[in-house]
């Protein structure tokens, strides 16, 4: 026979294994949602996320980042483009320098441009293009990144008080199942981790 505090206890574990996995569940439906839509509208300027590089090149990861950025700035949503990203270890090359150089080969002339070689997190991305932002008088951005990324980046942008929209990359390289639900996992974990830290 199961003693009544036994009972009592499984049940409160039950119920609390059944409210996470309701919250996961709900989590990523809303991360999933916020990521299916472009919001993208006339700002000052277009935030890039950095993202890996390869030497002097993109990571298609972030090759598809800038790609985005500069079409919505050939659109003529924002006169400027802002890249961010530092410098990683192991690396001659930051991001921002990188993504700089890829909109000048594509077009984008140099003086709407401007970088940042700070940041290593989606945080200090933010944190520092807002610093950009303020000493060229920019008031209002556009974040790009994928789509699964955006709810938590704008979370962030709305922490820092960054007047800004979303934008997600509509050719982002996780677009196979096993790729998205691995970018789902992380992108849970960092939302959490965010939630606890403020990183």
Same mark, same amino acid.
């Given at each position: 026979m199961i003693h009544p505090t036994h009972r009592r206890l499984k049940k409160i574990a039950l119920g609390s294994l059944a409210a996470v996995l309701t919250w996961l569940c709900a989590l990523s439906i809303a991360v999933w949602r916020y990521g299916a839509v472009d919001h993208a509208a006339q700002s000052d300027c277009i935030v890039v996320l950095g993202a890996a590089v390869q030497g002097q090149e993109p990571s298609p990861v972030f090759e598809e980042r800038i790609r985005h950025g500069v079409k919505l700035y050939q659109r003529g949503l924002a006169s400027k483009l802002v890249f961010t990203g530092g410098t990683g270890a192991g690396h001659v090359h930051s991001e921002s320098s990188v993504g700089a150089a890829v909109a000048e080969r594509l077009g984008v002339p140099k003086d709407a441009i401007l970088t940042e070689e700070q940041s290593h997190t989606t945080q200090q991305n933010l944190a520092e293009a807002l610093a950009v932002m303020r $000493?060229?008088? #920019? $008031?209002?951005?556009?974040?790009?990144?994928?789509? #699964?990324?955006?709810? $938590?980046?704008?979370?962030?942008a709305d922490d820092l008080g960054m007047n800004a929209v979303s934008s997600p990359t509509p050719t982002s390289r996780y677009r196979s199942l096993k790729t998205q639900f691995g970018f789902l996992i992380r992108e849970l974990y960092f939302f959490h981790h965010y939630l606890f830290t403020g990183d």
């Open positions: $000493r060229h008088g #920019l $008031r209002s951005a556009i974040v790009v990144s994928d789509p #699964l990324h955006m709810k $938590r980046a704008m979370m962030m």
